[in-house]
């Protein structure tokens, strides 16, 4: 698992490394990076570098946390992102990134390792691969790379952020496999990945990939409790 920590205090760099090191059982090739801006940690990204987990501080000089992270949501969706600050002014704006967490300063290292393990297992539940066969071939994508799931006359398009796909089956099969991943059936003949809802409206559900999928009159409560409950238990 690549981690990154950036904040332009040292002391907290520490701080939090110290604490994922009495970690290192947990999760096997963990590889911490270390970053004092924002502007350095963009640049790594430019350049190809990706991380699965960010410690991120909301206050730092010349471009901030908040920002940094609406960059980076755009180049990596799917980064496990817990803010660091002294601060509790900004809740709203680390909640529009999708934060996993949000942690004041100064940390308590058992609230750190406590976030850490939890970011850990959100990781490993996301990155579960999902087998797509059919009688010519048998792909295997990462479930958090599933949008959403239409069925038509007894197939069912799989539509991912690298394609799609179509295989024989069930809805009903799908969405009982799927729903500890946090899937939501919206529809009779559609199987969201929360992961991707950006908006609920009135009679449709509106997803970060751009594709607007619809949402019943029956089921849209169940969608909006569930998804609330999906945003408190990963965001602020």
């Known amino acids: 698992m690549r981690i990154a920590i950036c904040d332009d205090n040292k002391s907290v760099i520490d701080s939090v490394k110290n604490a994922l090191l009495q970690c ?3 999760i096997t090739n963990m590889i911490i990076d270390e970053f004092y801006s924002g502007e350095s940690l963009l640049e790594h990204y430019k350049k ?16 901030d946390g908040i920002n940094t992270a609406f960059k980076l949501k755009k180049l990596q ?3 496990i992102l817990i803010f660091l600050t002294g601060h509790n002014i900004y809740v709203r704006e680390a909640f529009t990134v999708q934060a996993f967490q949000y942690l004041t300063k100064p940390v308590k290292q058992e609230e750190m390792i406590k976030e ?19 009688k ?3 792909v295997y994508v990462e479930i958090s790379n599933i949008i959403y799931m239409e069925v038509r006359n007894h197939n069912i398009t799989i539509y991912t952020d690298k394609g799609e796909y179509i295989v024989k089956g069930r809805l009903k099969d799908e969405e009982i496999r799927l729903r500890k991943y946090d899937f939501v059936r919206c529809h009779q003949g559609y199987l969201v990945n929360m992961q991707w809802i950006q908006a609920i409206h009135e009679d449709n559900i509106q997803l970060s990939s751009g594709h607007i999928v619809p949402v019943s009159r029956r089921m849209r409560k169940t969608v909006i409790n569930l998804f609330s409950n999906y945003i408190v238990g990963r965001c602020i």
């Open 136 to 138: 010519k071939s048998t």
């Open 24 to 26: 290192k059982d947990y």
């Open 77 to 79: 969706k799917d980064l």
């Open 116 to 134: 850490f393990k939890r970011a850990v297992e959100h990781y490993k539940l996301n990155h579960t691969k999902y087998k797509i066969e059919d």
């Open 48 to 63: 190809g570098g990706r991380y699965d987990l960010l410690f991120l501080d909301i206050h730092m000089k010349e471009i």
